[in-house]
């Protein structure tokens, strides 16, 4: 531990400060935070009493298209013909799919009862530009009565083989789909509605681009005039180019049925909205995002935060970072906590390259090398330019990441102060909730009586939901 440090968390006098609880995996830290920490938390939604239930008029009663059946019937060829393909969510995104209580089994169920043969239908994950995934992930996501029985397949969107020429956009992309889905007689999307760092919100849309197109596609998407848009960011989707080059991806391609869900702060579900592409996404959107939004009357000197379940890695904890930026003011301070426990915990080769360029280069260098006429677009580019945005609010040594799980000398890649400076080299811990609280206790310590304050008491507070929330600027 650095010798200034090290005095200074000596030093530090905690008496009077209050405790909190910091989301850490399934689990809490018990942390201390100066007395005047605010505490931002979201609006509370109430649970479904009977998700089961829920999810059957849902499916049954359907926003802006016939039910399945109708669906099925109307198609030009008997059902028992039909190609039915289903794409899901991978394991970034906890979608409640499995078991009783989950929507996967009961649409599977609609589909087979419409006719629907099973060796007829496909389920596709949609990766995006994601690692494929594990067994294990598998039967984690969907459950083992879904593994078991039905054919899944990872989308991979370099293999060419697996991919089709589906579309042109008004904007000159051409959409290179997923062959499976874009062939299948009925088309089904699934997945998650919350507030999305740049196309607004998630899912609807989403689960066709830029979950099942192909890297060439995505570069558009991807690209840094798109993430530099003033538009492109959180609960915003008119003029947003990202919402918008994904809408008219799905509406070309073709979609027959939606399913997504809403979810509280403890990822209890609160809604299941199915039905239209877009009818029933925006209703999930409108009963959505009221529950997001904090208002605050003014940025604070330190914004303390956490990954959620999103942050399973390095790559995704950026969603936690963007969406605390409105609550910290220009040159204050972000300490993020992030349970890592992904089997990448920081991401991709080619991420964790960019990363490195992003420490070196600074966020408008790095800028600079992805808008030169010579660069080739190259996946995962983008998160660390996403990165670039909070850095640059707060400075390169103004956000400290706490990560128990990353190994100390993989943060030699990684921009910034990380919460191995807090703690001493030689110190062992039983778990990793164990590092994790020292890590992020001594961070917030030195936040508080870091030089740039010079010596001021400084405005404080905590983004309970870390990644979920959404903090902005009221009058």
Same mark, same amino acid.
């Given at each position: 531990m650095d010798k200034e440090i090290a005095d200074i968390l000596a030093g530090a006098d905690t008496r009077?400060?209050?405790q909190i609880k910091v989301d850490f995996g399934d689990d809490f830290l018990d942390i201390k935070v100066p007395d005047n920490c605010e505490i931002l938390t979201m609006p509370s939604m109430p649970c479904l009493v009977d998700s089961a239930a829920s999810i059957t008029t849902a499916l049954n009663q359907p926003t802006g298209s016939p039910t399945i059946s109708d669906t099925i019937q109307a198609k030009d060829k008997p059902a028992g013909e039909l190609t039915v393909c289903i794409t899901v969510s991978d394991i970034t995104r906890p979608v409640p799919y499995k078991g009783e209580n989950g929507f996967l089994l009961p649409l599977l169920a609609l589909i087979e009862g419409a006719g629907v043969k099973r060796e007829n239908i496909v389920i596709v994950i949609g990766n995006g530009m994601h690692r494929p995934s594990t067994p294990e992930e598998r039967i984690y996501m969907y459950g083992p009565e879904v593994v078991d029985n039905y054919r899944i397949v990872d989308h991979d969107c370099e293999d060419d083989a697996s991919l089709v020429l589906a579309a042109r956009t008004k904007r000159g992309t051409n959409v290179h789909l997923n062959k499976i889905f874009y062939e299948a007689d009925v088309k089904i999307i699934t997945g998650l509605v919350e507030s999305h760092f740049m196309a607004g919100v998630s899912g609807g849309r989403k689960a066709v681009c830029p979950a099942l197109v192909n890297t060439k596609t995505i570069e558009f998407f991807h690209s840094v005039g798109v993430l530099e848009d003033p538009n492109a960011t959180n609960l915003i989707l008119d003029g947003n180019p990202c919402h918008e080059e994904a809408m008219e991806v799905a509406k070309t391609v073709g979609v027959d049925f939606l399913v997504n869900v809403t979810l509280d702060k403890r990822l209890c579900m609160t809604g299941v909205f199915a039905g239209g592409l877009e009818s029933a996404h925006m209703a999930a959107f409108e009963a959505m995002k009221q529950s997001?939004? &904090?208002? %605050?009357?003014?940025?604070?000197? &330190?914004? %303390?935060?956490?990954?959620?379940?999103?942050?399973?890695?390095?790559?995704?904890a950026v969603k936690a970072a963007v969406n605390a930026m409105p609550a910290v003011r220009d040159n204050g301070l972000i300490v993020m906590l992030a349970d890592n426990v992904d089997v990448e915990p920081i991401g991709s080769q080619e991420y964790k390259t960019f990363l490195h360029m992003l420490k070196i280069l600074g966020p408008d260098g790095y800028n600079n090398i992805l808008q030169h006429p010579d660069w080739k677009f190259t996946k995962d580019q983008w998160e660390p330019e996403m990165w670039g945005k909070p850095y640059r609010k707060v400075g390169m040594d103004g956000l400290i990441y706490c990560s128990p799980q990353i190994p100390e000398e993989n943060f030699d890649i990684i921009p910034g102060p990380n919460g191995y400076d807090f703690i001493d080299s030689d110190a062992s811990f039983a778990t990793d909730g164990d590092k994790a609280t020292a890590m992020l206790q001594n961070s917030i310590i030195y936040a508080v009586h870091h030089p740039r304050l010079k010596g001021r008491r400084p405005t404080v507070a905590y983004i309970e939901e870390g990644p979920y929330a959404i903090p902005m600027a009221v009058g």
């Open positions: 009077g400060w209050k997001v939004m &904090i208002p %605050i009357e003014k940025p604070y000197d &330190i914004v %303390i935060t956490h990954a959620g379940y999103v942050g399973r890695n390095h790559y995704q």
